[in-house]
């Protein structure tokens, strides 16, 4: 398991550090805080990106109750899916 702890919205901040450190020792963070562009479409580069955000996706989910996970569900970005995270539980755990 990447990360032990499971976000349920009242563990927010806990649950973002630890995820932030778990992306950070598997060369992942780059695609939360949005130093990884999407590259083109329909070239290789793109690929392999697709692929490795889709794995960062999956790691978050997969920290997160079915219900917080189900919210998110449509988001194809991983930037995107912790970007909004970050809009709904920091206001509501501060």
Same mark, same amino acid.
């Given at each position: 398991m990447i $990360? $032990?702890? @499971?976000?349920?919205?009242? /563990?927010y901040h806990a649950w973002s550090r630890a995820m932030k450190r778990a992306m950070i020792s598997k /060369?992942?963070?780059k695609f939360l805080d949005d130093n990884v562009k999407t590259p083109e479409q329909g070239?290789?580069?793109?690929?392999?990106w697709e692929r490795c955000n889709m794995m960062a996706i999956?790691?978050?989910?997969?920290? %997160? /109750?079915?219900q917080?996970? @189900?919210?998110? %569900?449509?988001? *194809?970005?991983?930037k995107d899916v912790w970007d909004d995270?970050? /809009?709904v539980f @920091?206001? *509501?755990t501060i």
């Open positions: $990360n $032990n702890i @499971q976000l349920d919205g009242a /563990n /060369n992942k963070h070239t290789a580069l793109h690929d392999t999956s790691w978050l989910t997969h920290t %997160m /109750n079915t917080i996970a @189900q919210s998110v %569900m449509y988001i *194809e970005n991983a995270l970050a /809009n @920091q206001r *509501e």
